[in-house]
């Protein structure tokens, strides 16, 4: 009998047996199997997924009617409220690429981001108005569109728009009949990093990722269906690390939050019945240290994902102590945010709370649709053994890696250098597989030839009980080339003496990596609420 390979079969792909992956089917079908579900909660109001869908049909249906074309960008300047969420589907589905600016953001950068994207349509909430006019202002005849998000439940701030959001939405149809990419390499929004050094670039997602991506959220949280979920990171943080197209896969509920205060996020949990949200470890740090009566009420499981920085084990380890269940992923704009994560193990709930806390620490293992994750030499992609000790960069490819930099073919490429993602975060792997940022590669310090890692400084910081914020910077010095210097935030109303933090640093470390400098008072921060290095490094040289 003649064998015949199953690739000659004559089995070509059709319209019948395939469609290009996008977040918008998870729309799609939220509102068409759990239409009454409520999707939105905004001071109490709801809004169910009928209700969202249409919204999100005549939003698209409105940008469409005016004139813009495939790929062109619509910027949104917004807290995390129900326009920005709506955004993450009326956008794409009127083939139009969603920009989320982040709000923190002064006139000038916001102009060259809007400039730099060629931006056609602005959606500026009242509480943004005034930076959003100066930056307009700046673009002279290439000035967008400007709509205004007028919330009912916000007070001050000037409207600058030619009509509101909501009069915007009524132009709409909700007979439109919107766009579903014809391919799933079509760019579906554009994130800009922070820009510490230079311009900030134009990362450009595609609609494959943000739909896998997606998923991989739900999967690796083990979030089931109908979470709710609490809006403490931004959405302009890629894409609020794409949850909002987690929820509407998981059919779950997104509870608004226009500022990230520990007495507002503390109260949503309790009124909400909240059971998950993301941030940053200085938003945990901050509800670690809010008042006890705060915390009183929670009676629910509660977890939380937390990214942005390596977090310290005692941050975790507070978290945990209340109850809440952190897990720990990390990941760039560039990967659509979290594309690794801190997968747990069962066996694991047999340590002490410590011992779980600095596991969590680790950044871990690809998450569920990562393809390739690898430690390697930066210049020969030659993989580092996996014994916890050897220092690599951290290279990631698959479907979780954007599509390159807006108008930047040179950095593009180079970031892709070997056929990898190069990520420029230092770190080890771990003989379990599992890989632990050490530093960014510009990070480490260089101490009489031994490399000493910034975090592992400030992770042991962080375990002084009058610590509040930690930053370690290299100091230049004679004798050894560079001698580690910590930036200190105090908690309120704890004192403690130089000396005091320099011996509890040598009681638990090596004395060569303990710092030889201490500076008490704020840290400077980026818009993200990252603690900004080089303001630091700057201020080092001063000393």
Not at 175 to 202: C, H, Q, R
Not at 366 to 371: A, F, R
């Amino acid at each position: 009998m003649q064998h015949t390979n199953i690739y000659d079969m004559g089995l070509e792909r059709n319209a019948a047996n395939f469609a290009a992956l996008t977040p918008i089917s998870y729309l799609q079908r939220a509102a068409s199997v759990y239409p009454q579900r409520v999707a939105q909660i905004h001071h109490g109001q709801t809004k169910t997924w009928q209700e969202t869908y249409s919204r999100c049909v005549r939003l698209a249906s409105a940008l469409d009617k005016t004139g813009l074309g495939k790929g062109d960008t619509v910027s949104f300047l917004s807290p995390n409220i129900y326009a920005l969420f709506e955004a993450h589907f009326g956008v794409p589905m009127s083939g139009a690429v969603l920009n989320a600016i982040n709000t923190r953001l002064d006139a000038e950068a916001i102009s060259f981001i809007l400039q730099h994207a060629e931006t056609k349509i602005l959606f500026v909430d009242r509480e943004f108005s005034e930076v959003a006019s100066r930056a307009v202002k700046m673009l002279g005849a290439q000035r967008p569109r400007v709509i205004d998000i007028d919330d009912p439940f916000f007070e001050g701030g000037e409207l600058i728009g030619e009509m509101d959001y909501e009069a915007f939405l009524a132009t709409g149809d909700d007979s439109f009949d919107y766009v579903m990419p014809a391919d799933e390499w079509d760019a579906i929004t554009l994130n800009y990093t922070s820009g510490t050094t230079g311009n900030p670039k134009g990362v450009v997602y595609h609609h494959r990722g943000a739909y896998l991506n997606a998923v991989s959220n739900a999967v690796s949280w083990n979030m089931g269906e109908h979470p709710v979920y609490l809006w403490t990171l931004p959405m302009f943080h890629c894409n609020g690390w794409c949850f909002p197209w987690t929820l509407a896969a998981t059919v779950g509920t997104s509870v608004s939050l226009r500022h990230v205060r520990a007495d507002d996020i503390y109260a949503a949990i309790k009124e909400q019945q909240v059971n998950h949200f993301c941030g940053a470890p200085i938003v945990l740090n901050m509800l670690n240290n809010a008042d006890a009566q705060l915390k009183e009420g929670i009676e629910h499981q509660v977890k939380v994902m937390t990214a942005g920085a390596a977090p310290p084990a005692a941050v975790i380890e507070g978290m945990e102590n209340m109850g809440f269940s952190v897990t720990h992923v990390y990941g760039l704009t560039e990967t659509y945010g979290p594309c690794v994560v801190c997968a747990w193990h069962d066996e694991w709930d047999e340590k002490t709370l410590s011992e779980r806390a600095r596991l969590k620490a680790r950044q871990g293992v690809k998450s569920p649709m990562q393809e390739g994750l690898m430690i390697a030499d930066p210049e020969t992609l030659e993989p580092v053994p996996q014994d916890g000790k050897t220092m690599g960069e951290i290279f990631m490819r698959g479907n979780l890696v954007m599509k390159g930099y807006l108008k930047n073919p040179r950095a593009t490429e180079e970031s892709f250098e070997g056929g990898w993602f190069h990520s420029g975060d230092l770190a080890v792997w771990h003989p379990d597989g599992y890989i632990e940022i050490k530093d960014r590669s510009k990070d480490v310090i260089i101490s009489g030839g031994e490399n000493i890692s910034s975090i592992e400084v400030e992770d042991v910081l962080y375990r002084h009980p009058a610590v509040s914020e930690a930053a370690v910077v290299a100091r230049p010095d004679e004798k050894w080339g560079e001698t580690p210097c910590a930036f200190i935030n105090l908690k309120a109303g704890s004192q403690v003496s130089e000396e005091e933090i320099i011996a509890f640093c040598r009681d638990n470390m090596a004395h060569f990596k303990a710092p030889k400098t201490i500076v008490f008072g704020e840290l400077p921060k980026t818009s993200t609420g990252k603690i900004q290095k080089f303001v630091l490094r700057d201020q080092v040289k001063s000393l």
